[in-house]
């Protein structure tokens, strides 16, 4: 059993930043495959980007390439999304997410996460 809490979501003005932590509670944190998604009003939850247990490889949704970074300190059972040049399309509930053991296959879809944060709200205002 894991539990995640996120933080640090917050109002901010287009091009400026944000830094999400998430902090997983629960044994094995190393073995997680950890990410992040994010869902606005309406629409379905996406994906933004996740990191891999083993190899600590990286994918990004081509919407936040170059933009956001995610890393993770397993020393702290925390993993972090700092986000640059946000923009208002960026406004969402951004989720902590977990897989364990998760693989390069189907990273993308939250059917497959294990584990889901409560969420923290993100808007950025024009």
């Known amino acids: 059993q894991v539990q995640l809490v996120e933080s640090g979501g917050g109002l901010v003005q287009a091009g400026g930043s944000l830094r999400l932590s998430c902090a997983a509670s629960g044994r094995a944190f190393s073995r997680y495959t950890m990410g992040w998604f994010r869902q606005a009003p309406g629409k379905e939850r996406e994906f933004v980007t996740r990191?891999?247990?083993?190899?600590?490889?990286?994918n990004y949704a081509d919407s936040v390439k170059g933009r956001f970074t995610i890393s993770r300190d397993n020393a702290k059972n925390t993993v972090y999304l700092q986000m640059n040049s946000l923009k208002p399309e960026d406004t969402a509930v951004y989720y902590c997410a977990a897989r364990y053991l998760g693989g390069s296959t189907n990273y993308d879809d939250p059917r497959r996460v294990d584990y889901w944060g409560q969420g923290t709200q993100v808007t950025v205002s024009s």
């Open positions: 990191i891999a247990w083993s190899d600590g490889s990286i």
